[in-house]
C-alpha cells in the first residue's frame, strides 16, 4: 500500500510551514479533505480528525470573532494526535492559539497563498492519484493519435517492434514491457512506466534502447489514460476473426471495462498501421460515426429494396 506523509505535500506544493514541524512525518490515511466549519461552533461529535483540515477565509473569520478562551479550545480540539496536518489558504494570518496548539500537539500547520478551492482541487488531485487502486499489466502503452492504445499479447509477439515503429512514425511511447496502472476515476484508468524502464524499449537482437534518446523528448510521455486495447495474437487459422467490427469486446483492468481489439499477427501485416488506423476508428466511434454500423444498415436496406422489388414483379 502507498504511504503519503504530510512532507510530500509540503514538498510537491512548496506550502509553507508555520507550526508543528516534528509531525511533517506524519502519514496521511484518505484522500478526503475536511473543512472543520459546524467544528468552530464547538460540535466535535463528528469531527473527521483523521483528515487533513483545511481553514479558508470563512473558518477563520468565524473563529476570530470567538471569546479568547472559545478560540483555545477550537484550536486545541482541532490539532489531534493522529490529524495529519491543517493547511491556512489565501495567505491568511494566523491565530496565536491555533499555532500554539499546533506546536503542542505536533499537528503540521501550513499555509498557502492560493484560494481555498484551489488548494482543495489540487490536494484532493494529488490525494486521490496517491490512494487510486494499482495494477501493473505485461504490455506497451502507447499515444496513438491522442488515444492511450494499450498492446497486450504473448512475449515475443512483437508488442515492442510494433511500439518501435509506431515512434517512428510520430506517436509518443509511454511505457513498454511492463505498465503501472491506476484508476484514477470511476471509468477512468491511467497508465505510466516503472521507474526503472522510463523511456526504455527493449527489441530483441537489438537489446535495450532509449526511447528519448533517439528520437527526442517529443516522442515520449510520462503517463497516459488508457482509452483502448489492441492484443496481438499469432495467425490461428482454425479460428474465425471478427471482420465487420459489429461485435465490441472489452477487457476489465482493476473495475473499468475497457474496449479491447484482436489483431492476428503473421508476414506481411503493417501492425503499425493497423493499430493507426483502429485508433482513428475508435475515436470516429466515439464521435458517433461508425463505418460497420454504416455497412449493416446499407446492407438491410439493399436486402429490404431487392425483397420490395420481388414482391412487385409477383
Excluded at 116 to 141: C, D, M, Q, Y
Amino acid at each position: 500500500m502507498v504511504k503519503v506523509r504530510t512532507q510530500d505535500l509540503l514538498d510537491e506544493y512548496k506550502l509553507e510551514i508555520v507550526a508543528g514541524h516534528d509531525g511533517v512525518h506524519r502519514e496521511i490515511f484518505m484522500s478526503e479533505i475536511s473543512r472543520p466549519g459546524i467544528e468552530m461552533t464547538g460540535y466535535f461529535k463528528y469531527y473527521p480528525k483523521d483528515r487533513l483540515q483545511l481553514l479558508g477565509k470563512t473558518e477563520l473569520s468565524y473563529y476570530s470573532d470567538l471569546k479568547p478562551e472559545e478560540r483555545r479550545d477550537r484550536a486545541t480540539r482541532l490539532c489531534t494526535d493522529i490529524t495529519p496536518g491543517i493547511v491556512i489558504t489565501r495567505g491568511l494570518d494566523i491565530p496565536e492559539e491555533l499555532i500554539e496548539a499546533a506546536t503542542n500537539s505536533g499537528v503540521p500547520l501550513m499555509r498557502s497563498p492560493y484560494k481555498t478551492t484551489r488548494v482543495i482541487s489540487r490536494l484532493t488531485n494529488f490525494l486521490e492519484a496517491k490512494f487510486a487502486p494499482f495494477t501493473a499489466l505485461h504490455g506497451v502503452l502507447v499515444d496513438v493519435y491522442g488515444i492511450g492504445v494499450l498492446i497486450t499479447g504473448q512475449s515475443g509477439v512483437g508488442k515492442s517492434e510494433t511500439a518501435l515503429e509506431l515512434v517512428k512514425r510520430g506517436h509518443r511511447l509511454v511505457a513498454d514491457d511492463s505498465v503501472e496502472i491506476r484508476q484514477e476515476d470511476y471509468d477512468t484508468l491511467v497508465g505510466n512506466a516503472p521507474p526503472l524502464i522510463k523511456h526504455l524499449l527493449e527489441i530483441r537482437g537489438l537489446g535495450i534502447i532509449n526511447v528519448m534518446t533517439l528520437f527526442g523528448a517529443g516522442s515520449v510521455r510520462s503517463y497516459k489514460k488508457i482509452s483502448f486495447i489492441i492484443q496481438l495474437e499469432l495467425w490461428d487459422q482454425k479460428k474465425q476473426y471478427d471482420r465487420l467490427g459489429l461485435e465490441e469486446e472489452t477487457l476489465k483492468i482493476i473495475d473499468v471495462d475497457v474496449p479491447k481489439a484482436v489483431i492476428p499477427v503473421r508476414p506481411g501485416r503493417n501492425l503499425a498501421v493497423i493499430i493507426e488506423v483502429a485508433a482513428v476508428n475508435f475515436r470516429l466511434k466515439r464521435m458517433g460515426v461508425n463505418a460497420a454500423e454504416e455497412f449493416s444498415e446499407r446492407l438491410t436496406n439493399m436486402i429490404q429494396q431487392e425483397k420490395s422489388d420481388v414482391d412487385l414483379d409477383i
